[in-house]
T-cell receptor, first 112, second 116 residues
Framework: ETGVTQTPRHLVMGMTNKKSLKCEQH?????MYWYKQSAKKPLELMFV???????ENNSVPSRFSPECPNSSHLFLHLHTLQPEDSALYLC???????????FGDGTRLSIL | AQKITQTQPGMFVQEKEAVTLDCTYD???????LFWYKQPSSGEMIFLIY??????QNATEGRYSLNFQKARKSANLVISASQLGDSAMYFC?????????????FGTGTRLLVSP
């Protein structure tokens, strides 16, 4: 039990499909994050939500659309993705500035 | 410019020996935090240890310790008495900013392989 649950664990989709990644945290944290991890590249922060408000968008293409309906749930809606979007997508949550972020197991996404 | 540099793409260590994983950072902030995470092949990122820039003592958590050299801007992870289960990717990360959320910058990681 990691405290941060991501579904699905694996996803294969075509470039024209629409799908959503889900993240749920059971830790009572107030900030949630989406990261992209591509092969041989550092983790890239995509979005940050703090108290359900988006506070960071790191120049992410509009084909990625986040949604945070409450402080426990975070979604990443995907549409018209490109092959280079194939990566491990990690969700994390944190309580405040000095406490560590807790990560989920990730969704491994493959774009055909 | 890279803010977190991990110069060792791979490290090998024998079981029960100690190993040091290097991390240097670049920041002009006076207040910052440094984190180490472990990522096994299954994908999850596991928090290991944290060092605040104002902490005078080096952080320790069980077999993990952080060799914090502020003037040299280095925050090396030391794993004592390596175990086979320590084989994984290790990432150094830095928190900048003073807001209620963290903006972490990660290094490229070091792959550690522990042999019997």
């Amino acid at each position: 039990e990691t405290g941060v649950t991501q579904t699905p664990r694996h996803l294969v989709m075509g470039m024209t499909n629409k799908k959503s990644l889900k993240c749920e945290q059971h830790l009572g944290h107030n900030a949630m994050y989406w990261y992209k991890q591509s092969a041989k590249k550092p983790l890239e922060l995509m979005f940050v939500y703090n108290f359900k408000e988006q506070t960071e968008n790191n120049s992410v293409p509009s084909r990625f659309s986040p949604e945070c309906p409450n402080s426990s749930h975070l979604f990443l809606h995907l549409h018209t993705l490109q092959p280079e979007d194939s990566a491990l997508y990690l969700c994390a949550s944190s309580q405040d500035n000095n406490q560590p972020q807790h990560f989920g197991d990730g969704t491994r996404l493959s774009i055909l | 410019a890279q803010k977190i540099t991990q110069t060792q793409p791979g490290m090998f260590v024998q079981e029960k020996e100690a190993v040091t994983l290097d991390c240097t950072y670049d920041t002009s902030d006076q207040s910052y935090g440094l984190f180490w995470y472990k990522q096994p092949s299954s994908g999850e990122m596991i928090f290991l240890i944290y060092q605040g820039s104002y902490d005078e003592q080096n952080a320790t958590e069980g077999r993990y310790s952080l060799n914090f050299q502020k003037a040299r801007k280095s925050a090396n992870l030391v794993i004592s008495a390596s175990q086979l289960g320590d084989s994984a990717m290790y990432f150094c990360a830095m928190r900048e900013g003073h807001t209620g959320f963290q903006k972490l910058v990660f290094g490229t990681g070091t792959r550690l392989l522990v042999s019997p």
